[in-house]
């Protein structure tokens, strides 16, 4: 029988359509991770595209490129470059001095959120778990803020002032609702994460085109 969370995943499904999934390769996801932040996703894409392009999505072959080369594709994913080839370089040095890392990931996640804290972006709880998720294969949630106000919204765990606290609630209730299927949580995190970012707004959001506002307490609460 499908889960309340499962029937709300389709359909999102059904409105959004297919969302591209972040790399699996680890290093590829942490360069990914590095041009997410303060970007579009149509930038990040671009700028990713490029590097892919330019064949330098490992630490030796980024560790080999010509800066120039870099710099223009990294520009492309908005403001904020000089920082992001800082991280890149910084994110390089820390999987060559550690080529074991991916193997890391993949075990006790306890261990692989300690092995990722030097990665720039890593030290975070949510980026941190989406590396757990699409390059560690771990049937994690990660809970940013689109999530947590997506799932609080629902009925998945309450809204608090302490983000972790939030965070760790929205988890909880999602991990009580929803089969422990790598997939499944992989598009669990995808749409709630974009039907946040389009749909279920911080200010403003549209609740009268969610197909989930029949369950939702929020959205009824705003139509009366």
């Known amino acids: ?37 303060h970007s579009t996703p149509r930038k990040r894409d671009a700028a990713f595209r490029a590097l892919t392009r330019q064949r330098v999505l490992t630490p030796d072959a980024m560790w080999t490129a010509s800066p120039k080369m870099l710099e223009a594709s990294v520009a492309l994913a908005g403001p904020f470059c000089h920082h992001r080839l800082l991280a890149l370089r910084k ?3 820390v999987f060559r001095r550690s080529p074991a890392l991916p193997s890391v990931i993949v075990g006790p996640i306890a261990v692989a959120r300690r092995h990722l804290k030097p990665l720039p972006r890593m030290g975070g709880e949510s980026s941190a778990y989406r590396m757990l998720l699409f390059a560690g294969n771990h049937a994690v949630l990660p809970v940013d803020a689109r999530v947590a106000r997506v799932g609080t919204r629902l009925g998945y765990g309450d809204a608090v002032g302490n983000f972790s606290k939030t965070a760790r609630a929205v988890r909880q209730a999602v991990d009580a609702d929803l089969p422990r299927s790598l997939d499944g949580y992989r598009r669990a995190y995808l749409y709630l994460e974009h039907h946040g970012a389009e749909t279920c707004t911080e200010t403003d959001p549209h609740c009268d085109e969610c197909p989930l506002r029949g369950n939702c307490a929020y959205g009824q609460d705003r139509r009366r």
Do not use: H, T
């Open 91 to 93: 994110g390089v040095d």
């Open 1 to 37: 029988m499908m889960s309340r969370l499962e029937g709300a995943i389709r359909k999102l499904q059904k409105l959004y359509g297919p969302l591209p999934s972040p790399p699996s390769d680890p290093f590829a996801f942490f360069v990914w991770e590095i041009l997410s932040g």
